[in-house]
């Protein structure tokens, strides 16, 4: 992994006025660093301020305080070279019915400035699979062939960075798996993202590292699986060939939730206890183990806990 960073945010704060005695701490000093090449998620519950940074990046919100560097421009003296480096994908399908594909992506790029001989937009129709819709009027697309066109819009420029606010919101499984198709062959091109989304099975599979937003303030950053290590419980369930006495099973930090027709559930700190402390308990009842499964934790696990106050 490229250790350059391609997004530096260093104290951001935003604040929203609700009334006059009344302000709203949208983020709270928030501080991160995107490295060139990962994809990077941003995650957190409703209200969390996944969205006003967002709009900071693509200028739609002014930002209180603090300081924001896009591959190494700055965004006070630098909007311009900022909004130049990143092509934003939105969670609202907001595209114009009359326009055909190729029309509407034409379009953007003139808006960003780039010139007719360095557009690329037959490439970026089928890197999306909408090279035969190319010329179809917007309004005929089905919901997954919009939502690919807004990924389409949001490389015209060939920004060095690209965030999918909620690409998946609202969407089927296949097509849910087709977006993230494309998402990861665009990682591959070279291309840094940043993700949000509520889906955090997907968050697991796809992002190399996270950030925990929860009431504007970063809870956790880290790689995904430091996170997930950092929940110590194991559950462990044990099918047994006979009956033991679990109270001979004395171990500090290990529970037994449940023990019934030999089968036997346990849980334990994993930095405390190793399961091959109980399996010799169990061995010298003379007893052995037919079936053994665990419940690991998830992200979704570390989420929960960091979000829950």
């Known amino acids: 992994m490229n250790n350059k960073k391609v997004l530096t945010v260093k104290n951001l704060n935003k604040f929203y006025s609700k009334n006059s005695s009344k302000s709203v701490h949208a983020l709270n000093n928030l501080n991160l660093e995107v490295n060139e090449g990962e994809i990077f998620g941003l995650l957190g519950p409703n209200g969390a301020g996944k ?8 200028g739609t ?31 609202e399908v907001n595209v114009d019915p009359f326009f055909t594909p190729k029309k509407l992506l034409e379009l953007h790029a003139g808006l960003y400035g780039v010139k007719k001989k360095d ?19 917007s309004r005929s697309l089905s919901g997954g062939m919009k939502r690919r066109l807004l990924v389409a819009k949001a490389l015209v420029h060939q920004p060095p960075i690209v965030i999918l606010d909620e690409p998946t919101a609202g969407v089927d499984v296949e ?28 968050a697991e599979k796809m992002c190399d590292r996270i950030g925990i937003l929860n009431k504007g303030e970063l809870v956790a950053l880290d790689s995904t699986k430091n996170l997930i290590d950092r929940i110590q419980r194991k559950n462990v369930k044990l099918l047994l060939d006979k009956k033991i006495n679990i109270e001979e099973i004395n171990l500090d930090f290990l529970e037994i939730i449940s023990y019934k027709n030999n ?16 399996i010799s308990y169990i061995h010298q009842q003379n007893a052995n183990i037919s079936d053994i499964s665990t419940d690991e934790a998830n992200l979704e696990d570390v989420f929960m806990r960091l979000t829950k106050n």
């Open 51 to 58: 969205s006003t940074f967002i709009n900071i990046l693509g």
């Open 119 to 137: 557009r690329i937009t037959d490439t970026i129709l089928k890197l999306v699979s909408l090279e035969d819709q190319a010329n179809s009027y």
């Open 61 to 91: 919100s002014i930002k209180s305080s603090g300081e924001v560097f896009v591959w190494g421009f700055n965004l006070d003296t630098n909007p311009r070279q900022v909004r130049a480096s990143i092509g934003i994908v939105p969670q």
């Open 175 to 202: 097509l849910r798996s087709n977006l993230w198709k494309n998402v990861k062959l665009l990682n591959k091109q070279g291309v840094t993202i940043i993700l949000t989304t509520h889906y955090l099975t997907e």
């Open 263 to 278: 089968l036997l559930e346990i849980s334990y700190e994993k930095s405390k206890v190793k399961i091959e402390e109980v």
